[in-house]
């Protein structure tokens, strides 16, 4: 076999070079999608039919090229088959797989038609580009058999076109429709077989139409149709120029360039090639650039606004104003539907509903951590589009799919865009629909992505420094609070402190009005009726008063007058207590029952202080339950415990709740409303019982009451001593 330079052969060479890569690329992505196997096909036999005519037309003679037309039919018979298996393939038309077979057995028929006689190209001629075939007898039914299949691909496109509504499907039936329309310029090529001396350029159309179809089966976030056109019209001009003008100037100047350059003739259109192909790229670049900026003029308008948006979040504080600029100056500038955002509490570790424009009533106001949405987002740390979800689901038996397309349906998301921080998701953002009917993109998705990182930042600063802000507020609040109850207390000192001295001032006089009355009910012979009787209850008030006065003076006592401590009798320091106590309980309904389970239970302590104790614990019961209702009983219980004493006193208060319990011992904590208490008394007490070389503890429920345990060491016969 003969072979000359032929610089036709070349675009025809690189072509099937490109369409053999591409297949083969596609079918390694998921070797098991019918879709990707019947492309593969398609691509092979575009491949066999460029590379084959690059080496027809590099024949130098007829036998050569005639053994090489033979090569190319073993792809063009099938090329029209496998677009046609392709197109059943993805629309999922089973019941059509039959005719993909028969027409597969067609192009097997005019295969060995071609090989074994002349019936289907019965020679080759020479062209100014070279050799090419001239029809046989059969070379019109063929033609006919090609377009059968081809036509039947555009019908079932057009029939099935409006039952699919998604946004994603329709776009990729407009690449597919776009891409069929586009590979029928490939049927150029079969004109010069019938002696018309036009040059074959069928491997432009054949180019454009598998190179969009691969990037609508790769590609799951589509650009818009219109970008691809445009692509692709840049693309076909420039390859147009580039390829073009070497063939131009070949067939214009051939004789030009054969005296100048003689033999090497061809020396003058393949530099031509170089210099046009080494600038080609540039000026496909420079150009689609240009026209990608009139299209997406919009759409960059919005995502330069977005980055702006990104840097301005940093400057908001409140948490709540930060998220709500967020939805609305999205939902706004991108012009959706709606914008919803999520925020995580750490607390009850689920993300709330914060912030929305144009929500539903049923929007979810709140996504469980457990939830499969979360779970996803965090995996694979990218947005989740529902329209690719939703086409996954119907394509894979995979169950979680079908999950994300239930979720994201309920939370109405044509988008979620996770906002991470430090591989922690920190707040949902939920899209919906473009108002313009428009997908989401892959810049749309980057430029969320990099405006949901920026918010999570903000997010985490704006929470952060409204923690701190609530913490200040609340400690200066508490100081505040404090030093109002160090004012009281040191106004019920004081107030102690007269007491104590108007109690001792009063005592004398009652004292002397005691006297005096019993003076005069001991001459009682010389008394009328009505004079004794309004003595005698002289006598009965003036001795109430003074057991008050003696209390009250009992009570104001400072520690400090009774330093010393030893053998009490509990019983005794009950009834002290009680007898100070019962009064103010009987006008509360609060009733007292003592259970000592053992008599002369003896501690070692100071009876002063263990009454303070005692009193303070027993009036805390008295206000927890006339706080919750109204009138109750304080149960107390006295019994031997190993070496201790133990005391216990239950009420049928409110309780108190869990969270708090551990802090009622702390100085100024109190469950009482504001000026009530001072959160000093429990303090005190406990204070009291470590001095006591003792232990306080409390239980409690809510709506159920409290117990406090008291345990003091056993004094049997402990001498008194100095604490």
């Known amino acids: 076999m003969n072979y000359t330079f032929n610089l036709y052969s070349i675009p025809t060479f690189l072509t099937a ?31 066999i039919w460029q590379m084959g005519y690059s080496f027809v037309y590099l024949s130098a003679d007829q036998h050569t090229a005639r053994i090489w037309q033979k090569f190319v039919y073993f792809g063009i018979p099938f090329l029209s088959p496998a677009m046609y298996h392709f197109s059943t393939a993805y629309l999922k038309l089973k019941r059509q797989r039959k005719y993909v077979i028969l027409s597969y057995i067609f192009g097997v028929f005019f295969l ?158 393949f ?87 144009h929500l539903k009533d049923s929007q979810l106001q709140a996504i469980d951590r457990k939830n499969i949405l979360i779970s996803w987002l965090e995996k694979k740390k990218e ?23 239930d979720q994201m349906r309920k939370l109405n998301a044509a988008v979620i865009v996770p906002c991470f921080l430090q591989e922690k998701i920190m707040d949902l953002l939920v899209l919906g629909e473009k108002i313009s009917g428009k997908i989401y993109n892959s810049d749309d998705l980057t430029n969320f992505s990099f405006l949901a990182s920026e918010a999570a930042l903000a997010t985490e600063n704006a929470q952060l420094y409204g923690k701190i802000e609530d913490e200040v507020k609340q400690r200066t609040e508490e100081l505040v609070d404090v030093q109002k109850q160090l004012v009281q207390a040191e106004k019920l000192a004081t107030v102690g402190t007269l007491a104590g001295g108007v109690a001792h001032e009063i005592n004398n006089p009652l004292t002397a009005i005691l006297t005096n009355v019993q003076i005069l009910l001991m001459s009682g012979d010389t008394l009328d009726t009505d004079s004794k009787e309004s003595l005698e209850l002289i006598e009965e008030a003036t001795k109430r008063c003074r057991n008050i006065v003696q209390k009250l003076m009992a009570y104001a006592k400072k520690p400090l007058e009774e330093s010393k401590v030893g053998r009490v009798l509990i019983s005794d320091i009950l009834n002290k207590v009680l007898a100070f106590l019962g009064y103010q309980f009987e006008q509360d309904n609060i009733k007292i029952e003592i259970e000592e389970r053992e008599k002369n239970c003896f501690v070692l302590g100071n009876q002063n202080e263990l009454e303070q104790v005692l009193t303070n614990i027993l009036i805390n019961a008295k206000d927890a339950i006339i706080g919750f209702k109204k009138g109750g009983t304080i149960a107390i219980s006295v019994a031997r415990s190993g070496k201790w004493i133990k005391i216990q006193i239950k009420d049928e208060g409110i309780g108190i709740p869990r969270e708090v319990i551990h802090k009622i011992f702390d100085p100024f904590f109190t469950t009482k409303d504001v000026g009530k208490g001072l959160g000093l008394g429990l303090s005190i007490c406990q204070s009291i019982i470590e001095k006591h070389k003792g232990l306080v503890t409390v239980e409690s429920e809510v709506n159920k009451g409290t117990m406090f345990n008291i345990l003091l060491p056993d004094a049997k016969e402990i001498n008194a001593i100095t604490i």
């Open 17 to 47: 070079l490109f369409l053999f890569s591409l297949g083969l690329s596609v079918f390694l992505r998921d070797k098991r999608s019918d879709i990707n196997f019947s492309f593969l096909l398609v691509c092979l036999s575009a491949t």
């Open 112 to 269: 060995v038609i071609n090989l074994f006689s002349n019936l289907l190209v019965s020679d080759v001629t020479k062209y100014f580009w070279g050799y090419y075939k001239k029809a046989g007898p059969l070379y019109t039914i063929f033609l006919i058999f090609w377009l059968v299949p081809g036509i039947s691909t555009i019908y079932n496109l057009y029939r099935e076109r409006k039952k699919f509504t998604s946004p994603l499907e329709r776009e990729r039936r407009k690449y597919i429709f776009i891409a069929f329309s586009i590979v029928f310029i490939g049927f150029w090529d079969f004109i010069p077989a019938y002696g018309v001396n036009i040059y074959p350029f069928g491997f432009i159309g054949v180019v454009a139409c598998l190179s969009t179809i691969a990037y609508a089966i790769v590609k799951y976030r589509l650009l818009d149709i219109t970008v691809v056109i445009t692509r692709a019209a840049v693309f076909l001009a420039v390859y147009s120029i580039v390829l073009g003008i070497p063939f131009i100037l070949s067939a214009a100047l051939k004789e030009w360039f054969m005296r100048h350059l003689g033999s090497n003739w061809w020396m003058g259109p």
């Open 271 to 357: 530099s031509a090639l170089v210099i046009l192909g080494t600038g080609g790229p540039f000026v496909y670049v420079y150009l689609e650039k240009k026209a990608q900026s009139i299209l997406l003029r919009e759409q960059r308008r919005y995502q330069e606004i977005l980055k702006h948006i990104a840097v301005d979040l940093s400057r908001i504080r409140n948490l709540q104003k930060l998220i709500d600029y967020i939805a609305l100056t999205v939902t706004d500038v991108v012009r959706i539907s709606h914008t919803i955002i999520y925020v995580h509490d750490a607390k009850k570790d689920v993300f709330l509903l914060k912030a929305g424009t």
């Open 383 to 405: 947005p989740l589009v529902y329209e690719e979800i939703k086409h996954r689901a119907h394509e894979t038996a995979d169950p979680d799919f079908k999950k994300l397309e």
